[in-house]
Each structure stands twice: as structure tokens, then as C-alpha cells.
């Protein structure tokens, strides 16, 4: 008999107390994501892994990465070296990135987990020296693509309301936090200039092979952890399919169209 599958954590933005002053890190300065779902972030990190001093693992999704301390002795002895489950998360979150970055042999590490979005706020306060890409799409072509899933049962509204749920925090941390926001669009039309703009943000010289993903290993496939699509195995390029004008949008989507600048 199979066992019961653990339930997805909820899509909402994570809201914490911080207790304790920040733990010295091992990684200074990691990358994060934050993009929704279907928005093109697997075919990002392929280009980002492909150079040679940048590491993008599959989603990490630390956010669902928790500590959990015994009532008593444990928690006593934590606060006691300046650590409540919080800070612990932090540290092991922290140490995750850094076992990417030993074993890899690279010096920059990138998680592109959709679910940063929900703990944006969070990860820029565990790591004030962190940067961030924004990964835009338009908002018609997530929602297509997640109409198109094979295993999509969805309607067409619950798919929008989905969407929605990732779009609102994306937003917020965009207007926000200084980063480099980056368009599926543009970065499948123009992968030279925009990986250039890539490694000019992250401070590494830009390299010609970061294009040809498919030339270098990613790791498996593997469900929940990034895209398997024949279309990202392909290792190349592909267009990204048109999307609806504006103007055929329920609001709340033509409302992100259009702040971020999608006619």
C-alpha cells in the first residue's frame, strides 16, 4: 500500500518574528529566483549552470526546508548560543547553498525554487548581501502553459487564480528590492545580450558555451524539482509561444501585463 502523499505547503507569503541577531554565513551573496511557476526559470538556471563559475541546482525549496526544537532543553540550550528555529533554518538554508558551491567546485550559487516569491522578504533579511533576478512572462503565457500540462485538470479560472498567487508577492519584491528583472521573452529572442546582462549584474565575465546548455550536465530531471519538458531536454533555445494581447486578459492578469510593460 502506497503511502499517503504529504500535502503541498500553502501558496502565500511566509510572515516570521525575528528573535535573534543574523549568524555569520558561509555564502555572503547567494542568488535567488523569484519568478512564478511556468515562467521560463528551468530554461534560466540551464544557461546560468552552464558557466563556469556559477552553480544553478535544481529547486532547492528551502522554504519548506524547517526546523522544528523539543520544548524545553532544546530550545533553552539554542536561545543560549543566540539561535531560536528561525535563525536555524537560516543556518541550515545557508549551509545547503554552500554544499551546492563545494561540490560543484563554483563560486556563485543561484536557486530559482518558484516559491522564493513567498519568502522574499525573508531571504532578503537572512541574507542582506543577496542579489535577485526577476524572471518575467507574459501573464497569458504561464497561464497557457499550464493549460497545456499533460496532467492539467484544471479550469481555465483556477489556473488565473493560481497564477495570481505568485504574481502578487513577484510584484511586491520587484518594487522592493534592487535586483535585475529579466523577460522569458527577450531571454529566448536574445540569450547573448541578455545572459551578457546576467553576468555583468553578477560581476563574472560572460561566456559564449553558457548558450549551448544542452552541451553540459544539469543533473536529472526530476518531478517537482524543474521543468522535464521535451521542449528543455531538447538542450536548445526554443521561442516562446505568442501570447494574447492585453485587451483579451481578465484584469487582475492585464493588470500585471501592463506593469510589466507587455502591450
Known amino acids: 500500500m502506497e503511502a499517503a502523499q504529504a500535502p503541498r505547503p500553502p501558496k502565500r507569503t511566509q510572515t516570521v518574528d525575528y528573535n535573534v541577531p543574523i549568524m555569520p554565513r558561509q555564502v555572503e551573496s547567494p542568488v535567488f529566483v523569484i519568478a512564478s511557476v511556468r515562467s521560463g526559470s528551468t530554461l534560466l538556471r540551464m544557461l546560468l549552470n552552464s558557466h563556469s563559475r556559477i552553480r544553478a541546482p535544481h529547486e532547492l525549496h528551502l522554504r519548506t526546508v524547517n526546523v522544528k526544537l523539543a520544548a524545553g532543553f532544546s530550545e533553552e540550550s539554542m536561545l543560549e548560543s543566540g539561535l531560536d528555529e528561525v535563525e536555524l533554518e537560516h543556518v541550515l538554508w545557508d549551509r545547503i547553498l554552500h554544499l551546492e558551491l563545494l561540490r560543484s567546485g563554483k563560486e556563485i550559487v543561484v536557486d530559482k525554487t518558484p516559491g522564493n516569491v513567498f519568502v522574499w522578504e525573508r531571504l532578503h533579511y537572512a541574507w542582506p548581501k543577496a ?133
Open 131 to 263: 542579489k535577485f533576478l526577476f524572471l518575467l512572462r507574459h501573464p497569458e503565457g504561464v497561464v497557457s502553459s499550464l493549460e497545456n500540462r499533460e496532467t492539467n485538470t484544471a479550469t481555465r479560472s483556477a489556473l488565473e487564480a493560481n497564477a495570481l498567487k505568485y504574481f502578487k508577492p513577484l510584484e511586491a519584491a520587484r518594487r522592493a528590492l534592487d535586483g535585475l528583472t529579466l523577460r522569458y521573452e527577450e531571454l529566448t529572442a536574445e540569450p547573448e545580450r541578455v545572459t551578457q546582462e546576467i553576468c555583468a549584474y553578477l560581476g563574472v565575465e560572460w561566456e559564449p558555451g553558457m548558450i549551448e546548455y544542452g552541451e553540459h550536465d544539469h543533473g536529472r530531471f526530476v518531478p517537482n524539482l524543474g521543468d522535464r519538458s521535451d521542449t528543455i531536454k531538447s538542450g536548445r533555445i526554443q521561442a516562446a509561444r505568442a501570447s494574447r494581447n492585453t485587451g483579451t486578459l481578465s484584469p487582475e492578469l492585464a493588470g500585471y501585463a501592463t506593469a510589466w510593460g507587455y502591450r
